[in-house]
């Protein structure tokens, strides 16, 4: 329905087709079509993402689906925890949705499919999404109340440039991502290679001329990889480990603190000073630029000795393996968190990567708690790590530092991106500012 009094239109109206397959759970098998879950979908990315995924049989793909999304289809999902997140499909679809989501194929004649992303991604109706709701435990938007669902609708030539612009900010975001999966997948690599299978020294046992001129893809000069070859020993010793090499507990690389969250009863104590780092504020980052939750001066005050230096890194103490984070200015946790402060910040990305490699084994193996799994502060400690000679690790952080800086320089401008993308969208979409001069 199109309401020519308030120039809108409802979600039902504007499609042509909706993808909604059963809601149950399709047959899944070891390989074959990928099939993807809410977990994929978020709004932070222009196109889902890969993560947990199963699969399912080419028969299954063929005939258990009603329908498959098609190239800029739009993903919604429709329940749970995920109500809500919008995501664009790509060129190439090599994927199929499972329940609670539902592809979305604009009605061309309507409006324009790229403006209709753009509306559904905005905060208003976002909200109104929330809005409507049918289960407050878990929540659930339903297809029968797309009717509901309106949306503004400019006049064509306004809709595709709407669309284009919040495409375009969408389309850097989603490369510069993809550059720091890139850049993070090189430091890892060198990481493994020197850390993990003694790569350099095993190069050495088997008489190669040049054990560590190639580092995750990244080529070194023959004297740089030559000298770096030098700090590494000839042989393993009767320990598995490079000669030399020995494991030493976590809490020998720096001051480990565990956060606490100041007293919610005092609101003095929250403000805009020091950002308070949370679990959901780690997802998906290598550093945090933004917090949800920001303390005040007398808040940080209320608890100096939490406060942690720029260069410290935060890990989740609970079961969500992974998350780890570099802190780029001071920040103070909550007390699901565990934070090294490293006694030399030369290390700072040697032990990031060191708990990177080591996260799931600590929170899942190293189990304290019954329901979350709490890894506690000594337990954390103790966790036991490979002991290489100070100067590697030195010469570890120098050899990726130039993969980080790009990474965080990448992370500033997505957030800057992204604040200008979500100032400007609901302003746009309702005629506050506009693209082009006149009508």
Not at 85 to 112: G, H, N, S, Y
Not at 177 to 206: H, I, Q, S
Not at 214 to 233: E, N, S, W
């Amino acid at each position: 329905m199109f309401d020519e009094a308030t120039n809108q239109i409802s979600l039902k109206d504007a499609l042509s087709f909706i993808v909604d397959n059963r809601g149950r759970t399709a047959p899944t098998v070891k390989s074959g079509r990928i099939l993807i879950a809410t977990n994929c979908i978020s709004n932070a990315n222009l196109y889902p993402t890969y993560k947990n995924l199963r699969y399912v049989s080419q028969d299954t793909y063929d005939e258990w689906f009603r329908a498959h999304p098609e190239p800029f289809d739009i993903i919604l999902t429709n329940k749970g925890s995920q109500n809500g997140a919008i995501c664009l499909v790509p060129e190439v679809v090599d994927f199929c949705i499972a329940q609670d989501m539902m592809a979305l194929r604009a009605d061309k004649t309507k409006i324009d499919p790229l403006y209709l992303f753009a509306a559904l991604r905005s905060q208003p109706v976002q909200s109104a999404i929330k809005n409507l709701n049918v289960d407050s435990v878990i929540p659930h938007f339903k297809k029968n109340d797309f009717d509901k669902l309106f949306l503004p609708l400019p006049n064509r030539t306004d809709q595709e440039q709407i669309g284009g612009l919040h495409f375009a900010l969408c389309s850097k975001i989603e490369l510069n991502r993809r550059t720091n999966e890139v850049l993070e997948g090189m430091a890892r690599a060198v990481f493994r290679d020197w850390f993990v299978d003694f790569g350099p020294t095993r190069r050495k046992m088997a008489g190669e001329g040049n054990p560590v001129k190639i580092l995750g893809g990244a080529i070194r000069p023959p004297a740089q990889a030559q000298k770096t070859a030098a700090l590494f020993p000839d042989r393993l010793g009767e320990n598995g480990l490079p000669e030399g090499w020995a494991e030493k507990p976590l809490k020998d690389t720096g001051d480990i603190v565990t956060g606490k969250t100041p007293s919610k009863k005092n609101e003095t104590f929250y403000g805009t000073d020091t950002p308070f780092l949370k679990i959901p504020d780690m997802h998906g980052k290598m550093y945090v630029l933004a917090t949800t939750d920001n303390l005040s001066l007398a808040g940080s005050q209320s608890q100096p000795r939490k406060q942690m230096p720029a260069g410290s890194i935060s890990v989740s103490c609970i079961a969500t393996p992974g998350l780890v984070v570099i802190n780029h200015r001071e920040v103070q946790t909550n007390q699901q968190i565990n934070t090294i402060v490293p006694y030399d910040m030369t290390q700072t990305y040697f032990i990031y990567w060191v708990c990177k490699q080591i996260s799931s084994d600590i929170i899942v193996g190293g189990s304290g708690g019954s329901v979350f799994h709490n890894m506690n502060k000594t337990t954390f400690g103790n966790i036991q790590v490979t002991g290489p000679l100070f100067n590697l690790e030195r010469e570890f952080s120098e050899v990726v530092s130039s993969f980080h800086k790009k990474i965080f320089q990448n992370e500033e401008e997505n957030q800057t991106l992204a604040e200008m993308r979500d100032l400007l969208l609901p302003k746009l979409m309702s005629g506050e500012i506009r693209l082009r001069e006149g009508g």
